[in-house]
């Protein structure tokens, strides 16, 4: 992977200590007002951006959407076509001022492509030029940021026509999408079932890594705090890695929700995965619930948010990302494809992080999620980080042991699949956890592994686990020491 | 007219020195980045936004239209559909945030009626709560903002489906406005020819209006220099009429542009009428230039900007505006007609401000434009002041007298309009400017009037003006008389 060089104020006659971060005091998807404020004040005005009356328009049911889903869908006058749009803007979290712009672009993209739109009409860009910049900065700064945004724009294959640039105290960036759709071209986002799993196409700890990189520069009290359990070089790169997965699109992650008939997805912003599954989980028109047990985060990210006790909900799934994955709900027999054809095309890995369940239309994380280390490797593709060392494995006879690297992959025996209801079994369910890690999509329909319950040495709780690999079980202790740790 | 109530902060369990317009520095319109600065930065960054390639579509040249223009154009793939659409935002420039929603709404749509849209199919609401909002200001302000907003969306015939709410230092608010249309439905605003007047929907001032309440409220300094040639009444009562003024939609206006055959439109808003001309007059495909004659100004606005030296730019053209006036190039004979009827649907006066002649795409004023004041009537209708007095008639024998209040228009002989290069008459083509007052449509035909040189004795330059009626005469020797005053 080619690293992007170090943004370097001073090559651009700017002081060496000019920082884009410096100008606000919110960064990225943190900025969002908390949900519940947001739909109090929304309650109080009585509908607006809620969940209105459906429209019934050629034959099918399209409900207008708003709070709850990133994008609306407004049905137009024009034979079945429909106008989807979304808006996203917030301020820098990080120092690049092209990447800033990428990221930004990326960021409101990512609402069409949760609805399974791939192809946008036009952008229009928002700014909001500091106040505080110097002239100098302002014409350094300015230019790279809209730069950055044209170039995501053009990669998404489509064009910046418009917007509206403004004085503010913090620096702002972000824009307007919109698209034009026949019904078939868009994906409605409310149709999950129990039996659905949930995909996730980006790691989590944008937030995290963005923070981390800020205390390193300032060498700040919360600095000396994380320094314990993480390098410089692990956060740089963290940070690194973040600014390249929030500036990817999600564009293939959309094309292939239609080839896998995805029931509804959303993507991961500012209210965090939790928050963002809540909203989703709410809009479903069966009664199911999102149970999620996985959290691929950024590598070192969630040794970081324990150690900072609730500074990070980053466990808890409330964590503010930026430009995040999409979070989607596929079909059980379509997940594994799923995640086989996007590494294929992009070379990332996506997640299964969690099942649809029948349910009351909520959304949880498991007790003790598990979390998975992720990583952008030299070639700069994003992946799991593969266990690296055997020392310390635990004594665990039922284990399922594979080659490293090699598919790991369990399946619902056919009986199951077909009487949900069987006691025993869908005990299980929750349990059942797949994760398709540099694996052929032929191999997916072979592999079974046994259910194994595992008990963590370390946990206060006894926790059912499985355990593809015991180098991942090992990866796991990892994780439950850094909970004792701190 | 029913006045509204005052937004009382008490009634709303707020502090009494609650003010909206203290939650930023920068008010409506004049927080736009300057136009040069704008320009340069866009420039840099090489073509976005910038007046694009022509896109040929179902045999019409569409072209693509960015800062220029207040909305884009984007053709779409769907049989001859067009999507337009436009963004605005900016800061509380009136203290009722209920009024703040609607101006907010109203100045976003303007957008579109400048393109002759007349439906928008979908709005976003884009806020900003201000860090600095108590919770109880927040949960008081943020809803009666959003109220505002929708009703004036709703008065419309939208619906606001979307948006983003972020925290920020200064209270923001604003939205976008998207259309889809077929070709006919919406009018490029490139057509103006030699020939053309140009019509103001709105009377101007409404920057001046809000500042100068705002010293009135803080008895500052300012104030104490404005005291002298306002009372506190009339502050109040042109902030009351500038904030309705800014309240009302331009739709009947972009009805009529279809109607009248207008050949092009844009609306006033931050960079001032000016500004706003200059804009239009660039993107005239016929060689043209755009003279301004006629300043329509709220009721002692013009004293004000006179009294406060350079603060404001009024009567140069620069003063920034907040939701303004359309500003629409119209063929000569349809200009007066659709003053009539803007006023017979609305009841509000349209002014006719200037003319179009052949030229190098500049707009500007004349050295000395004739500033008309304007009021809301206690029937809440917009007009010029009539004349109160007769005190003080210059003797003006060549001057048509008129009954008050009946139409004065002047048409061009026949022979001008067919031979515009006739070398005398054109010399008199730049001042013949037209009004229309409180006129039935039928007479707007048979009117003609002289074509005066009128040298006002109070004025430093000698300069040709039009008198339709002595009455206006000595209104305009008032307005030399402020001047020479300050």
């Known amino acids: 992977m080619t690293l992007r060089t170090k943004f370097n104020p001073e090559a651009h006659e700017l002081d060496a200590k000019f920082r884009l971060t410096k100008y606000t005091a919110l960064h990225g998807g943190a900025c969002k007002v908390p949900s519940d404020v947001l739909n109090r004040l929304l309650e109080e005005l009585g509908g607006i951006d809620q969940f209105q009356d459906d429209q019934f328009l050629g034959g099918m049911i399209i409900p207008k959407m708003g709070i709850g889903l990133d994008s609306c869908v407004i049905p137009l006058r024009f034979g079945g076509l429909s106008l989807i749009q979304t808006t996203d803007f917030f301020y820098p979290l990080v120092d690049d001022p092209y990447m800033m712009g990428k990221i930004a672009c990326c960021n409101v993209l990512s609402d069409l492509y949760a609805m399974g739109v791939t192809e946008c009409d036009n952008m229009l860009m928002l700014l909001g030029i500091s106040s505080k910049f110097s002239e100098k900065a302002r014409d350094v700064v300015v230019p790279l940021m809209m730069r950055g945004f044209k170039d995501c724009a053009e990669e998404a294959g489509t064009t910046v026509n418009g917007g509206q640039t403004v004085l503010n105290p913090w620096c702002l960036i972000g824009g307007v999408a919109t698209a034009v759709c026949q019904l078939n071209e868009f994906i409605m986002p409310n149709n999950a079932v129990p039996g659905d799993v949930l995909v996730l196409t980006k790691p989590l700890g944008t937030q995290v890594s963005c923070n981390a990189h800020q205390w390193l520069e300032q060498k700040s009290d919360k600095w000396n705090r994380i320094k314990l359990i993480v390098t410089e070089e692990e956060v740089e790169k963290a940070y690194q890695d973040s600014m390249f997965i929030m500036a990817r699109l999600n564009k293939t992650a959309a094309q292939l929700m239609h080839t896998h008939n995805s029931h509804g997805a959303t993507d991961v912003t500012g209210f965090g995965i939790l928050g963002h599954a809540q909203n989703l989980v709410k809009q479903q028109k069966n009664a199911v619930n999102f149970i999620i047990h996985n959290l691929p985060c950024i590598a070192k990210m969630a040794a970081i948010a324990k150690c900072c006790g609730n500074t990070f909900g980053l466990l808890q799934g409330t964590s503010a990302e930026t430009s995040g994955g999409l979070l989607i709900c596929l079909p059980r027999e379509q997940a594994a494809k799923y995640c086989a054809e996007i590494k294929k095309v992009e070379g990332h890995q996506a997640w299964i992080i969690g099942i649809v369940e029948g349910g009351n239309q909520t959304a949880k994380i498991i007790d003790k999620p598990r979390v998975i280390e992720v990583e952008t490797l030299d070639d700069g ?13 635990p004594n665990h006879p039922k284990a399922v042991v594979q080659e490293p690297q090699k598919v790991v992959l369990q399946q619902i025996p056919q009986a199951v699949q077909e009487q949900p209801d069987l006691p025993v079994v869908s005990q299980q ?15 997916h329909q072979q592999t079974i592994c046994n259910i194994t319950p595992v008990t963590l040495q ?5 926790q059912q686990v499985i355990v593809e690999d015991p180098q991942q079980y090992q990866h796991m202790q990892q994780q439950a020491q850094y909970q004792n740790h701190h």
């Open 381 to 393: 593709t994003v992946q799991s980080v593969p266990p690296t060392t055997t020392s310390r494995r």
């Open 429 to 443: 369910l929750p349990t059942i956890i797949q994760q398709i890690e540099q694996t052929p999509a032929s191999m």
């Open 458 to 462: 370390t946990s206060q709780q006894v």
